[in-house]
């Protein structure tokens, strides 16, 4: 199996409490090693509840100057502090669609991106969050 592995890091662009009693984030965010990765990630959990939490929604978005890639969410869950507003979440995704040779990873291309799949565990505070994300081709 082939995986690549990113350490992110970027901004926490929206933080909302949702009328249904949900918690939604948009995070923008881009690999620490300066390769030209990009990622957008959004996150939905319920909010008002203690220990893990099971998230609600999902998306990520990865993208360098050869492809990009969009996954939802399969599983996964958030640890939240109402005191702090930080979060620790733990992922996996799953890829819907690819285009181009992301990663160098070419048999990403098509739809349904052959069971490739987008694994997380990131931070999240209130302006800031970082991680690790890894792509996974399926076995």
């Not at 509840?49 to 869950?77: C, F, H, K, Q, W």
Request: hydrophobic letters at 45%; a negative charge.
């Amino acid at each position: 199996m082939t995986s690549v592995v990113w350490r992110v890091s970027g901004e926490v662009i929206e933080r909302e409490e949702l009328l249904d009693g949900r918690c939604q984030v948009v995070l923008d965010g881009e690999s620490e090693a300066g390769d030209g990765v990009v990622f957008a990630v959004s996150l939905v959990w319920l909010l008002g509840r203690e220990g893990e939490i099971p998230l609600a929604e999902g998306y990520v978005t990865v993208a360098d100057n050869a492809g990009e890639l969009n996954a939802s969410l399969a599983t996964g869950a958030v640890e939240a502090s109402d005191e702090t507003g930080a979060a620790a979440v733990r992922a996996r995704f799953v890829v819907d669609a690819a285009e181009g040779d992301l990663a160098g990873f070419p048999q990403l291309r098509g739809d349904p991106a052959g069971g490739a799949r987008v694994t997380c565990e990131i931070e999240v505070g209130t302006e800031a969050w970082s991680g690790e994300l890894r792509l996974e081709e399926s076995e």
